[in-house]
Every structure is written in C-alpha cells, then in structure tokens.
T-cell receptor, first 113, second 115 residues
Framework: AQSVSQHNHHVILSEAASLELGCNYS??????LFWYVQYPGQHLQLLLK??????LVKGIKGFEAEFIKSKFSFNLRKPSVQWSDTAEYFC???????????FGGGTRLMVKP | EPEVTQTPSHQVTQMGQEVILRCVPI?????FYWYRQILGQKVEFLVS????????KSEIFDDQFSVERPDGSNFTLKIRSTKLEDSAMYFC?????????????FGDGTRLSIL
C-alpha cells in the first residue's frame, strides 16, 4: 500500500536558521509529490509540487524541495526561516492515474523570533 | 484567489443522528474530494467525485457515507447514523482536472464533534 512518512513531528528553529523537513514515500510507478502548509487557523495551501523534470522544485515563499528517486524522498528546504513560517507542513503523494492524495503525518514548525 | 468554502465550521451532533457537511468548490473545477483528519492522526482520503459520480473511494467510505452535488455549486458529504469515531476534521478539496499532477485546493474544514 502507498504511504508517506514525515520523520519530524515537531521542529523548533530560531529566525534565520536553515530548514529541512524530511519526507519519504513508498509507491510503485510514477508518483506526483506535493508539500502543503497550514498556517494557524487557515486551510491547507500548496507550497510546491513535483511531477517530472528538474528534481529540484521551487515553490512559494522561498521554499524548495528535492526529489531523490533512489531514496524515495522529497525533502522540503528553506535557507533562512522567518517567524511567519510557523505552521504545520504536510508532504503528500499521488499516483499519476489516481485521485487520492496520501498524506504524511505533518510536521509542526515553530520559529522563534 | 478563488477558494473552496465549507460550512459549517463546527458541527456538534448526537450519536446516531445524520449530518450533512457542505462545500462550495472553486467554480471552474471539475473534480471534488473529501478528506478527514481524526485528532492526532493523518489526513485521510475518503472519496473523489467527477461528472456526478464517485471516481474513487477509500475503505473508510462505507455505506454510512454518501456524496452528492445537488446543484451547480454545492458538494455535500452525508454521514448517516453517526458514531463517536466519526468525530474529526473534514476537508473538502477540488481540482481543475483529475490528472495526478493537478494540485487539490482545500477548504478550511468542518470540525465534526459527535456526542
């Protein structure tokens, strides 16, 4: 069965620190990968997605993610976090031929000012 | 930016009662979805809907659940004879097309509490 796992449940950083959130998936075949962010009290918003081509994808707000097929990973990165990045981050995967998004468990990021 | 809207934001219901959760997808989107998140657990897929029929559903989506697009704008999830374990956050989503690389746009969710 397909699954997505996020290794860190809670991350606390100071402003200007670098961020890397881990995401691993288990799928056979072609997979599309997404990172969503949920700011406090708001809905899930798409940060970035990967479906083909350059494995390094850039998203909104300075985030990027790298697809490493050999490691089944799609880690999210940001070189310098801000207090406003405090949110919960969800990795998700979807088969090319399917409708279902499979989510990881989420990572709560707190950025201290 | 267009949004998916969900009502109500919070629904409290007695066990055994029926509930209907409402969603208005983004207007030019053709695919609609329901997900749920039980407190402390992952967001789980329930069902997808296209062209007035279910296109995919998970094991969770049993006979207790049904979906409907009663008019040109609303998309509803009905839960019959609710159980305590149905308490969760329910998210509606929509996408313009159904291909795997199409992002799904989510609503704010409805918190369902079963007493």
């Amino acid at each position: 069965a397909q699954s997505v796992s996020q290794h860190n449940h809670h991350v606390i950083l100071s402003e200007a620190a670098s961020l890397e959130l881990g995401c691993n998936y288990s799928y056979g075949g072609t997979v599309n990968l997404f990172w969503y962010v949920q700011y406090p009290g708001q809905h899930l918003q798409l940060l970035l997605k990967y479906f083909s081509g350059d494995p390094l994808v850039k998203g909104i707000k300075g985030f990027e993610a790298e697809f490493i097929k050999s490691k089944f990973s799609f880690n999210l990165r940001k070189p310098s976090v801000q207090w406003s990045d405090t949110a919960e981050y969800f990795c998700a995967a979807r088969k090319n031929a399917g409708n279902m998004l499979t989510f990881g468990g989420g990572t709560r990021l707190m950025v201290k000012p | 930016e267009p949004e998916v809207t969900q009502t109500p934001s919070h629904q409290v219901t007695q066990m055994g009662q029926e509930v209907i959760l409402r969603c208005v997808p983004i207007s030019n989107h053709l695919y609609f979805y329901w997900y749920r998140q039980i407190l402390g657990q992952k967001v789980e897929f329930l069902v997808s809907f296209y062209n007035n029929e279910i296109s995919e559903k998970s094991e969770i989506f049993d006979d207790q659940f049904s979906v409907e697009r009663p008019d040109g704008s609303n998309f509803t999830l009905k839960i019959r004879s609710t159980k305590l374990e149905d308490s969760a956050m329910y998210f509606c989503a929509s996408s313009e097309l159904g291909q795997g690389n199409q992002p799904q746009h989510f609503g704010d969710g409805t918190r369902l509490s079963i007493l």
